[in-house]
């Protein structure tokens, strides 16, 4: 039985409806259509039987969904230099926000050290899900103790008109203010992002729980009005 077979065995149509309105930049017939748990515990199983390798090298996939049990398997990957190794070749392939935010190794926490050189590479690639991996990736990691200034320097410098760039930029940001608020402050009161980057940001952090009211309340001036 391939694992294509073992997806469709998962399908659910009513959710594959639901989901493709959540992900517009690609066509329904692009998704199978399984919930996101089932998903996760296929990939495991996969793993932990070690008969996914040859799917892993089997790019690009047709379906969404293929997709995303590419990005589950990865994130299951204890070998930090085989992981890397995978992600590299599956970046290019990443087509939507959900793949690309959903893949998370577990095995990066342990590798910070060796992590932000790839991040580096990732956020200068020209491709859009490659970017945002990378900020991602900075933002998971590397907003707690082992956050330098530089970081956000880094990000701030990004010049994009991808959307979905521009949105994990402003997700950045506004989880650096709720973790280092008085070091990334100055790049919202100093203008040094773009100004719907700025204003998304502003907007992110004031809708989040980790940012004290004080602080909401004095962004809310700092929002650049048209």
Not at 5 to 13: A, H
Not at 92 to 120: G, H
Not at 139 to 162: A, G, P, R, T, W
Request: hydrophobic letters at 35%; aromatic letters at 16%.
């Amino acid at each position: 039985m391939s694992i294509i077979d073992d997806l469709f065995k998962l399908q659910d149509i009513k959710y594959r409806d639901f989901q493709s309105k959540l992900i517009p930049n690609v066509p329904i017939d692009y998704f199978i259509g399984i919930r996101t748990p089932d998903l996760r515990k296929y990939a495991k199983e996969l793993y932990k039987s070690g008969n996914y390798e040859l799917f892993l090298k089997d790019l690009p996939h047709k379906y969404f969904d293929e997709n995303q049990l590419h990005a589950f398997i990865i994130s299951e990957i204890k070998d930090y230099d085989k992981c890397i190794e995978y992600i590299n070749e599956f970046l290019p392939y990443v087509d939507n926000w959900a793949t690309c935010d959903q893949m998370s190794p577990k095995i990066f926490k342990k590798n910070r050290d060796k992590l932000i050189d790839e991040i580096y590479k990732w956020i200068k690639s020209k491709e859009t899900y490659t970017i945002r991996f990378g900020i991602c990736a900075l933002m998971q990691y590397y907003l707690d103790d082992d956050f330098k200034v530089d970081y956000l320097d880094i990000i701030s410098k990004i010049k994009s008109n991808e959307y979905y760039v521009n949105m994990m930029r402003a997700w950045f940001y506004a989880t650096a203010l709720a973790k280092q608020y008085y070091a990334t402050i100055k790049y919202i009161e100093n203008n040094k992002l773009d100004k719907w980057t700025h204003n998304r940001t502003i907007q992110k952090a004031i809708e989040s729980y980790r940012v004290t009211d004080e602080h909401k309340e004095y962004l809310k001036s700092l929002k650049i009005k048209d």
